[in-house]
């Protein structure tokens, strides 16, 4: 047996069943083979799906001629994660010379926050279908590797993803926007996805530019992160052109230190950061109309002047919003005039005019 012909054979094994788009040959970390045995080492953080890899490593090698299969895991991410074709030798490597621009998509804007719960996706899903209901044309992309929620957002929970033979993936449509969610690759909404760093990378690279979000061009490309400064928030900075982030928050104090956080964090990708949006600012009684300030007087303004930043808007607490979005319906585009449909209406309005499209 050849060596490359197994390579090649291993590369066509691909592992959709388990929920992601790679195959053997991306998890293969050594191989030798010894007349018609085989050894394999094959990269899995999660003994969960060692029995699925074995059988498969199996089936595939025992087609092409492997008599004798042995295999070996490990969870310990490659010392070099030498990509296929490695860079030419440069004498300092600044780590954003290799960013690149989503395809097929004019804007491309990320919504974050330091800490979670706050809403995000709540933002990312409305600002997308804002600017929808103004007349662009959208994609949103879940880019929460760990808990997306893109699919009951925009209740696309059954909706397919289809992939090109070419690779790219087609992104499903819902309420007249372009998606794509990890969620949508899963087996199961109860499967935990636990990522070690290359193979994260790999999902989310793949997420970033193997899309085919439009025949033409997207106008925005809104992209849900997870909470947090972690890895996805990195690996986003410093691979792909992002034009502006939107950092969310609520008025509390102990997410308002996150924002400095997420601000500094996107200043060192080199992101710019669009502005920033307060969720969860108030409460409006439906009887007296009177206003709360439930999470205390805000300081979103203070922050957002001492950093140079704009405050995009306030939305306002409305157990509308936690239906709708649970029904699969973005707020925004339910027949119910509200104050956070104005809101988020008028914070598409102005990063229309932030990004001069
Ligand atoms: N302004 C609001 N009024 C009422 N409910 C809201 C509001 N904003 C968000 N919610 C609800 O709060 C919950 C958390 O919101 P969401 O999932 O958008 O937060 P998140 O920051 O994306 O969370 P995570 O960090 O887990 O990704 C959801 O159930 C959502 O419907
Ligand atoms: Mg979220």
Redesign the pocket.
Known sequence: MALQGVIDRLKKTTLEEIGVSFSLADILRDMRIEGSKVYLKLFSPSDKYHEFLKNKAEETLKSIGAEEVEIEFTNEPPKSSAPQTPPPPQQQQNPFENKRRIPKVKKVIAVA?G???????????NIAAALKKKGYDVGYLDA?MY?P?GPT?LGAKDKQVLAREDGKLIPPVAHGIKMMSIGLLLPSEDTPVIWRGPVLFKALSQFLFDIEWSDEELDFLII?L??GTGDVQITLGQTAEIDGAVI?TTPQDVALIDVKKGIQMFNEVMIPVIGIVE??SYFVCPDSQKKYEIFGKSKTEEIAKEYGIDLLGK????????EF??LGIPPVLAKEESE?SKAFLDIAEKIIRKLSV
């Open positions: 926050s800490k979670g719960g706050v809403g995000k996706s709540t933002v990312a899903v929460d808990g929620s957002m849900d997870p909470p969310v969720n969860m939305i306002p607490i409305e157990p509308k919003i936690a979005s649970d956070s």
